[in-house]
Nanobody, 120 residues
Framework: QVQLVESGGGLVQAGGSLRLSCAAS????????MGWYRQAPGKQRELVAD???????DYADSVKGRFTISRDSAKNTVYLQMNSLKPEDTAVYYC??????????????WGQGTQVTVSS
């Protein structure tokens, strides 16, 4: 059974930084893509950034130049470095992974979510 374990959320002042981590635990799977979504109160969940197996990255326009997604393939872990945080970045951040396995085929997983709060 695969699980996504997130860490790194918290409270920070505007202009500050946070780093989120998400590790995919389990065995016998490959990773097609991993990324981060966020959902603010009263809003739809939106893509923040993702990274493909090829290494290609995509970012929401609102975070370009401030957030950086990276990965450690050996640890099946993806990171989101968030700099110059703004109050509008406040949301629950969810890790997302598109995995594949000879056992379960292609499958999408979600983390439990981690709160990021940016005070003004």
């Amino acid at each position: 059974q695969v699980q996504l374990v997130e860490s790194g959320g918290g409270l920070v002042q505007a202009g500050g930084s946070l780093r989120l981590s998400c590790a995919a635990s389990g065995s016998n799977f490959g990773i097609n893509a991993m990324g981060w979504y966020r959902q603010a109160p009263g809003k739809q969940r939106e893509l923040v950034a993702d990274i493909m197996q090829s290494g290609r990255t995509d970012y929401a326009d609102s975070v370009k130049g401030r957030f950086t997604i990276s990965r450690d393939s050996a640890k099946n872990t993806v990171y989101l470095q968030m700099n110059s945080l703004k109050p509008e970045d406040t949301a629950v951040y969810y890790c997302n992974a598109h995995l594949w396995s000879s056992v379960f085929g292609p499958k999408e997983y979600w983390g439990q979510g981690t709160q990021v709060t940016v005070s003004s």
